[in-house]
């Protein structure tokens, strides 16, 4: 008895030090919410202060629309690269790029170590036929200086009426030259998914070369045809893919993985916007298919999710160089006048809780591109280039161009030459050996 009364006088003064740690706990959150509350509202009065002051004593009168943009412009850029006020005219762009039809030089740019970097250029575009490369830094546009230039701000720089012409100076690390191109905008009409093909031995290869809205229906008409050739194994392409859309990019990796597996979280500040998409797959047309993915530097965002998701549920075996590491998720938010928000919410994690952002995909088996078959490339380039003018000349003088080769064939023959799709190629009749 007197035990017990003992155990209840212990339980009473446990649970009233509980009660008075948590109201302690709350009481030190709702101080903290009260300091940063009067820091805001202190910062706020700082900001009207100097708004005001610039209304009334800069040498020309500004409009209270120029110093709102200006002010929401230079908050949002400095918080990352990636993070964007859009003014009406930002949001018409945006709603054209992700439809896959715009004019430019094709390319897919971001900021990375403070320097305007190409993501990657995007094939049969002005800056492709250029020689453009992966993780070049523009460092002048038109002989004006990128230092401190935001991404919109580039964007706008680069892009330009077909026809004419804008003048960049890049810098290519890896063999320390600094180049001066002139490249002629064009309208960029994008083609998702390119060289839908079997290469040898029933395995099929298709290439993805963004993902944009039409993206999941030409992948999997893509895939559909390969499997009516004959094909039972996959080579997925994904190298100089900048990404595009997250769901079409969760549509594409859940044709590979079985209901349930994870593809893909996001995690952001408030834990209640956390998410976790897993595969709602329950067709499983193509599960059992031997796979490698194929990626490079120029593999970025909605690549590294795919990959990722396929390398840690070990599905597929990746093949190539490290990708981009571009990790954040970017939502678009509308403001009252038709404005809005391109702001940075959360970054992705692969299904084994690593973090993309900054780090990118390691590849299971490294392999770097030779460079006889880079100079190659760079030597069809400027043939595809040169056939174009001569097109031009020929019909200018009322003479009919020579007949176009089997370009499938020519594909099929460049691939096949590729030291990265050998290795993948290779890859994939290990598996198939392994499970026979």
């Given at each position: ?6 155990k209840?006088?212990?339980a ?70 990636h ?69 919109s ?34 309208i ?34 893509g ?39 994870i ?14 998409s ?20 120029g ?5 590294e ?11 597929a ?7 981009f ?40 088996i ?71």
């Amino acid at each position: 008895m007197v035990n017990g009364f003992k155990k209840s006088i212990i339980a009473f003064m446990c649970f009233s030090v509980i009660v008075v740690f948590a109201k302690f706990a709350i009481g030190e959150i709702e101080k903290k919410e009260e300091v940063r509350k009067d820091d805001l509202y202190s910062q706020i009065e700082l900001f009207s202060y100097a708004l005001t002051t610039v209304q009334a004593a800069y040498v020309d009168e500004p409009t209270p629309k120029d110093l709102i943009y200006g002010s929401l412009k230079g908050m949002l850029s400095s918080l990352d690269p990636h993070s964007q006020f859009l003014t009406p005219e930002d949001f018409t762009d945006l709603k054209t790029e992700t439809e896959g039809k715009f004019g430019g030089l094709g390319i897919e740019i971001s900021i990375k170590d403070n320097l305007l970097t190409v993501v990657t250029p995007l094939e049969d575009t002005p800056a492709w036929r250029a020689g453009v490369k992966s993780l070049d830094k523009i460092v002048k546009i038109d002989d004006e200086s990128t230092k401190d230039i935001t991404l919109s701000e580039a964007v706008k720089k680069l892009r330009g009426k077909p026809g004419t012409t804008v003048n960049i100076t890049i810098f290519r690390e890896s063999e320390g030259k600094i180049l001066e191109l002139t490249i002629t905008r064009e309208i960029i009409r994008i083609h998702d998914v390119k060289d839908v093909m079997i290469l040898k031995d029933n395995v099929g290869y298709i290439r993805l070369t963004e993902f944009r809205e039409e993206s999941y229906k030409e992948f999997r008409k893509g895939l559909d045809e390969l499997k009516q050739k004959g094909a039972d194994s996959l080579i997925v392409d994904l190298r100089n893919n900048p990404g595009g859309l997250l769901n079409i990019a969760i549509e594409i990796t859940q044709e590979f993985l079985p209901e349930g597996q994870i593809i893909v979280s996001t995690k952001s500040r408030n834990p209640s916007q956390n998410s976790v998409s897993k595969s709602a797959n329950r067709n499983g047309a193509f599960l059992q298919w031997p796979m490698a993915v194929l990626i490079n530097e120029g593999s970025a965002s909605g690549s590294e999710i795919l990959a990722g998701a396929l390398k840690d549920n070990k599905r597929a075996v990746i093949v190539g160089t490290k990708s981009f590491g571009k990790g954040s998720v970017q939502s678009v938010i509308p403001l009252p006048d038709g404005t809005g928000l391109k702001l940075t919410t959360s970054k992705y994690y692969t299904p084994a809780d690593i973090s993309i952002h900054g780090v990118g995909i390691e590849p299971d088996i490294v392999v770097d591109r030779s460079m006889e078959e880079l100079a190659a490339e760079q030597k069809e380039a400027e043939k595809t280039e040169k056939k174009a003018e001569e097109i031009f000349n020929n019909v200018q003088n009322g003479t009919a161009p020579s007949a176009e080769p089997d370009k499938m064939e020519e594909a099929k023959k460049r691939l096949l030459e590729d030291n990265q799709v050998q290795a993948a190629i290779n890859v994939i009749k290990g598996i198939k050996i392994f499970k026979k």
